[in-house]
């Protein structure tokens, strides 16, 4: 297949890493950085020159990660794993058919220990003990 200018489709994959014990996890620690590598080296083997895979930060389904947004289909995927990565390339990112079994939604996305925390500024993350709880 031919290089061309705009690619066909976009991977952006999660690689936030938080400390450990941080509420929400992250999808460094959950195995991201091996679903990324594996993504590029799929997409390199099945020949997808206009398929980009993409580093991102932090996509806010955390508690469902290894996280995966796949551009210009608005499709999510949580949970995904370098197993999961062959059928990915193969039936989304080169095929256009959703891997329905690893799409996530709205609710994985209000599973966040922080949503609907009102309570809380944006861009402030409580703390993962509750201070006097130790
Ligand atoms: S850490 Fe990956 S979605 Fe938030």
């Known amino acids: 297949m031919a290089r061309t200018g705009m690619p066909r489709r976009w991977a952006f994959v999660c690689l936030n890493r938080r400390d450990e014990g941080h509420p929400r996890g992250s999808c460094a620690a959950r195995g991201a950085g ?3 590598e594996a993504l590029r080296e799929e997409t390199g ?5 206009d398929v980009k895979v993409v ?3 932090c996509l806010e389904a955390c508690m469902v990660g290894p996280v995966v947004y796949v551009a210009p289909d608005d ?3 949580g949970g995904v794993t370098v197993e999961d990565v062959p059928a990915l390339v193969a039936e989304h ?3 256009g058919r959703p891997l329905e079994p690893l799409r996530i939604g ?8 922080l949503a609907g925390r009102s309570d809380l500024p944006p ?9 006097g709880a130790a």
């Open 34 to 36: 091996a679903v990324f």
């Open 45 to 49: 083997r099945q020949g997808l020159t």
């Open 55 to 57: 580093a991102a930060g």
């Open 75 to 77: 499709v999510w995927y």
């Open 93 to 95: 990112l080169d095929g």
């Open 106 to 113: 709205a609710e994985e996305f209000a599973l966040s220990p």
């Open 123 to 131: 861009g402030v993350i409580p703390p993962a003990t509750p201070p």
